[in-house]
Nanobody, 124 residues
Framework: VQLQAFGGGSVQAGESLRLSCATS????????MGWFRQAPGKEREFVAV????????SYADSVKGRFFISRDNRKNTVYLQMTNLRPEDTAVYYC??????????????????WGQGTLVTVSS
C-alpha cells in the first residue's frame, strides 16, 4: 500500500490549505485514515482521523473547529481541509492508514501504512 500526500505550502496566518493523500494498492475503502504532524524539535502528533466509511471523525483539540477530514472512497483519497491556519500549525503533515477501520484510532503505533510528509508553513 502506497500513500502520497500533497498540497502543502506556505501561507499567511488566517488562510486555508487543503491537503490530499492518494493511496494505491490494498483496500482503501476498508481502512481508517488519519493525519499526523511533526513540528521541528517536537514529536509526531495526532491531528485527525476518519473511519472507513466516513461515519466517524475525531480531531485533536488544537485543530477542532478549524480542520476537517474527509474521504472519497471512489478516488482512494483522504483530505484535510485546514482553515484559519496559525503559525503553530507549521509542521510536516503525514497521512496514514490502518486496517479494519471501523473505529477511530489516534495512536500512531496502531497505523499500518504511512505516506511521506508534506510541509505546511504558516507565517504571522
Amino acid at each position: 500500500v502506497q500513500l502520497q500526500a500533497f498540497g502543502g505550502g506556505s501561507v499567511q496566518a488566517g488562510e486555508s490549505l487543503r491537503l490530499s493523500c492518494a493511496t494505491s494498492g490494498g483496500s482503501f475503502s476498508t481502512y481508517g485514515m488519519g493525519w499526523f504532524r511533526q513540528a521541528p524539535g517536537k514529536e509526531r502528533e495526532f491531528v485527525a482521523v476518519i473511519t472507513w466509511n466516513g461515519g466517524s471523525t475525531s480531531y485533536a483539540d488544537s485543530v477542532k473547529g478549524r480542520f476537517f477530514i474527509s474521504r472519497d472512497n471512489r478516488k482512494n483519497t483522504v483530505y484535510l481541509q485546514m482553515t484559519n491556519l496559525r503559525p503553530e500549525d507549521t509542521a510536516v503533515y503525514y497521512c496514514a492508514g490502518y486496517r479494519h477501520g471501523t473505529y477511530s484510532r489516534r495512536n500512531p503505533y496502531e497505523y499500518d501504512y504511512w505516506g511521506q510528509g508534506t510541509l505546511v508553513t504558516v507565517s504571522s
